[in-house]
Nanobody
Framework: QVQLVESGGGLVQPGGSLRLSCAAS????????MDWYRQAPGKERELVAG???????NYADSVKGRFTISRDDAKRLVSLQMNDLEPEDTAVYYC???????????????WGQGTQVTVSS
């Protein structure tokens, strides 16, 4: 069993910053890709940022230059530093991880429970 626990969401004014974190625990042999998605009311869930096991990153065009994704494999942690936040960034943010529970198992996807980010004055 694997658990993903997210933290760091909240209410922030436009132009402010927040840092989201997601910690994985449980039966984990290796973690491959780690991502952050978001879903705003009435919209589909979208990929915000992702990072591979090798450290390669990719970002949605709307957040490039403002958001930074990072990972700490020793702590099984993925973080999203969000700067210069805009009202359009308001959404529920979800951690998404692809991992293997053992050397023999196939890759499995897991989702966090979501954390609310609200950008408003």
């Amino acid at each position: 069993q694997v658990q993903l626990v997210e933290s760091g969401g909240g209410l922030v004014q436009p132009g402010g910053s927040l840092r989201l974190s997601c910690a994985a625990s449980g039966s984990i042999f290796s973690i491959d890709r780690m991502d952050w998605y978001r879903q705003a009311p009435g919209k589909e869930r979208e990929l915000v940022a992702g990072i591979t096991s090798g450290g390669s990153t990719n970002y949605a065009d709307s957040v490039k230059g403002r958001f930074t994704i990072s990972r700490d494999d020793a702590k099984r942690l993925v973080s999203l530093q969000m700067n210069d936040l805009e009202p359009e960034d308001t959404a529920v943010y979800y951690c998404h991880v692809r991992l293997r529970s053992s050397i023999w198992s196939q890759q499995t996807e897991y989702w966090g429970q979501g954390t609310q980010v609200t950008v408003s004055s």
